[in-house]
């Protein structure tokens, strides 16, 4: 089945400055990658997504690439503000979706 | 647009009983998916249903977990009789196909004591 590896499991960003995370999966059949945004007691919130047909998206200060020969794709959040600060789940999906173990970003004022 | 409902937020029970979660998902989706997210980690699927039908339940302990989902719109996941590592947020999230996003809830908090 599909594995979806992600890193780092924590990050501390000035705020003002740019957030990188890193997603690698497995399964080449996976054709669609979401990334979840979730913050204390609620449920995970989509955010942004990209298909394996498609290099880059984005979304005013966030973007996500896709590498599918290196099977890695990335989010990228610039100008980070304190309400940023939340765990960041990716996903791939072929026949199931996966989640990787998730990120807790933290902006510091 | 109306979200993804579910019922109830929060259950304290004791071990051997049993419990019931409640799903409504948004309005057209087809797909319906339950996942049990333990503190601290990421989400994992325990059941995807399309329409009323199950497409994975690989990863659901059948001898204690069920799911149902009554005419392709409503559904329920029962735990009989529930252990302490049961203890999570059970969430359930929706989508218009398995091709596109999905929508979560915002859970279950289920406490086995």
């Known amino acids: 089945g599909e594995n979806v590896e992600q890193h780092p499991s924590t990050l501390s960003v000035q705020e003002g400055d740019s957030a990188v995370i890193k997603c690698t999966y497995s399964?080449?059949?996976?054709?669609?990658f979401p990334w979840y945004k979730q913050e204390l007691g609620k449920g995970p919130q989509l955010i942004i997504d990209i298909r394996s047909n498609v290099g880059e998206k984005k979304d005013q200060r966030i973007a996500v690439t896709l590498n599918k020969t290196a099977k890695h794709f990335s989010l990228h959040i610039t100008e980070t503000q304190p309400e940023d600060s939340a765990v960041y789940f990716c996903?791939?999906?072929?026949?199931?979706?996966?989640f990787g173990t998730g990120t807790r970003l933290t902006i510091i004022p | 647009e109306a979200g993804v409902a579910q019922s109830p937020r929060y259950k304290i029970i004791e071990k051997r009983q049993s419990v019931a979660f409640w799903c409504n998902p948004i309005?057209?989706?087809?797909?319906l998916y339950w996942y049990q997210q333990i503190l601290g980690q990421g989400p994992k699927l325990l059941i995807q249903?399309?329409?009323?039908?199950?497409?994975?339940d690989s990863q659901l302990p059948k001898d204690r977990f069920s799911a149902e989902r009554l005419k392709g719109v409503d559904s329920t996941l029962k735990i009989q009789p529930a252990k302490l590592e049961d203890s999570a947020v059970y969430l359930c999230?929706?989508?218009?196909?398995?091709?596109?996003?999905?929508?979560f809830g915002q859970g279950t908090r289920l406490t086995v004591v």
């Open positions: 999230a929706s989508s218009f196909s398995r091709e596109l996003g999905a929508f």
């Open positions: 249903f399309q329409n009323n039908g199950v497409v994975d």
């Open positions: 399964d080449s059949a996976s054709n669609y």
């Open positions: 996903a791939a999906s072929g026949e199931k979706l996966t």
């Open positions: 309005s057209g989706h087809a797909t």
